[in-house]
């Protein structure tokens, strides 16, 4: 299978094709650009594992069978991709991590929490419940840190509330893994598909389809969740910076993949002024 790369350049759809091809230039390029999510996602969420083992481990299960990450993707966006990838990198992490810490919060008592706040902050609190800061949070949301911190603020007091003293101080800095792994468990048959959340977040979608949807949303709790975490995924995959290039080639060196950028083919005018 033939992919045409111009001047060492992937698009979306031409990175996928490499990578299903097994071309070690394609899955070079997709650890190149993918690794820096990646290790926010892993440092966040599992920092007391071994960061990079973990890591060269996520990519190289995404490699296997003949690129399972891609065969499992029924998308045709790279928005869409990143839920996707998200999603695959959370899970093989918890595998080789094994059983979540306990904690008091469960999908019942989470979302009977966030009834009590108005819709607009619940997505939010959710990503707060992640363990993101108020500074974190006002990037990856539309509440300054003020305001984010004073509604954390307010969870904790309602939780205490409902669950009585025993849940301790500053519970959202907890980890909840095993509540969100449940939250993920309970998609529904009317739950929003995966490419609707980064319509939601480009603004291509039609008003009607906007109110359907938020409607939606408003009122299930395994959709806002995916929501936030479209939001969390989109965000640190343009803001992060590139990897460092040591990083970079440890980790390709552990993939067995190519350290080098390929040579680039030069055009006719470069080679006229001896580029």
Partial sequence: MGVLVVEGVFSFHTLRDACLAGQPVGWREFVKTYSPVTRHLLGHYFSRQDQAGLLARVFREARGEQGGIWKDFQGTSEKEFLLHWRQFVIEQARRARGPAPETPLNPENFWQLLETFPPLQREMLILGFRRYSPEQLADLSKFSVQASGEILEQAQRRLEEQLGKAVGEGLQRHDHDALFAAIEQQRGE????????????????????????????????????????????????HVLPPAATGDLQDLLEALGLPVEEPLRKQTWWQRLLGG
């Fill in 190 to 237: 009317k739950c929003c598909p995966g490419r609707l959340f980064a319509r939601l977040a480009d603004g291509q979608i039609s008003w009607r389809e906007r109110e359907e949807a938020e409607r939606h949303i408003e009122n299930c709790l395994h959709c806002l969740d995916r929501s936030a975490q479209y939001r969390e995924v989109a965000r640190f995959f």
